[in-house]
């Protein structure tokens, strides 16, 4: 049976834990709110730059470009974005689950996986499936020059004929306790993405540019901004789940950890109790025997 000395021991250990759970929390939230704000950020302008590349589509005649072309889907290749640390809850743990059975799903085909992040790497790499880069230590601060190096490592691959399809698996962010996870086609890129979407208002929507190179030469200009740019907005998609799973695990782990020292405290006052009317009962009892 625990001891009193025992217990104050296990308190003062819980105590120490919920220290750290709670600044990691604080960290989490402070690196949330700047992910945040680069996510809000983000969107928009990915909107602008379709929202150019079909006003420019609309201007052209046949639309032709190596992003564009469109192979037998024999060699895939996925971009896996998870954490490089744990202690952010299923995070890790769901991306990961969600790689394995995307990549099921086209087993007999010629798979590659480029890792972002160092818990999907090392998991897939036990798996056995091959690495052909890995970018580690991003998503603590995301930079368009990540994007840049791993959009342009994905366009060679296509362009060089290395890959015909190019998928982006990562959890997007929806709220903080909410992440949705995502298989996005990458390249080759879709028909349907240069079609104004319904809700914008269809072809009335196209905003009557004024270019001053022809719309073509902008449009394969912008071809290659694009695909960084759905990197660079993905990779922030993924770093603000993160952080909102870690502040959010670490939460819950702080709460949980005041929750076990209530319960320890209350088992070890109850064993300092038994232990005193103990005492006064052997006192009482020394004091009877005396007496008679």
Do not use: C, W
Not at 127 to 153: C, P, Q, T, W
Not at 178 to 183: D, E, P, S, Y
């Amino acid at each position: 049976m625990p001891t009193l000395l025992d217990y104050r021991r296990r308190i003062r250990s819980v105590k120490n834990t919920q220290q750290i759970t709670r600044a990691m929390k604080f960290i989490a939230a402070a690196r949330f709110r700047k992910a945040h704000e680069a996510v809000l950020g983000a969107r928009p302008y990915a909107r602008e730059i379709l929202r150019i590349l079909r006003s420019a589509v609309a201007r052209m005649g046949e639309v032709t470009h190596p992003l564009l072309e469109r192979r037998p889907e024999e060699r895939i290749l996925a971009v896996v974005l998870s954490g490089d640390r744990g202690l952010a809850g299923p995070f890790n743990a769901n991306v990961i689950r969600f790689s394995y059975r995307f990549l099921r799903e086209h087993e007999g085909k010629q798979l590659e996986v480029i890792a972002v992040g160092r818990k999907g790497r090392d998991a897939l790499r036990k798996r056995g499936y091959k690495i052909i880069n890995d970018y580690l230590h991003i998503s603590l601060n995301v930079n368009f020059n990540h994007a840049k190096e791993i959009g342009k490592r994905i366009v060679e691959l296509y362009e060089g004929d290395q890959i015909d399809a190019a998928y982006l698996i990562y959890n997007e962010f929806k709220t903080v306790m909410t992440q949705n996870l995502r298989a996005q086609k990458l390249l080759p890129i879709e028909p349907a993405v240069f079609k104004e979407d319904e809700k914008e208002g269809g072809a009335s929507s196209l905003v009557d540019y004024i270019y001053e190179q022809p719309p073509a030469e902008i449009f394969r200009g912008l071809l290659q901004r694009y695909i960084e740019n759905e990197v660079f907005r993905v990779l922030l998609e993924s770093a603000a789940a993160e952080f909102g799973a870690r502040m959010s695990a670490m939460e819950s782990a702080t709460k949980n950890a005041g929750d076990l020292i209530e319960k320890l405290t209350l088992d070890m006052n109850k064993i300092r109790q038994a232990a005193i009317t103990r005492e006064l009962i052997e006192i009482v009892s020394g004091a009877a025997v005396a007496a008679g």
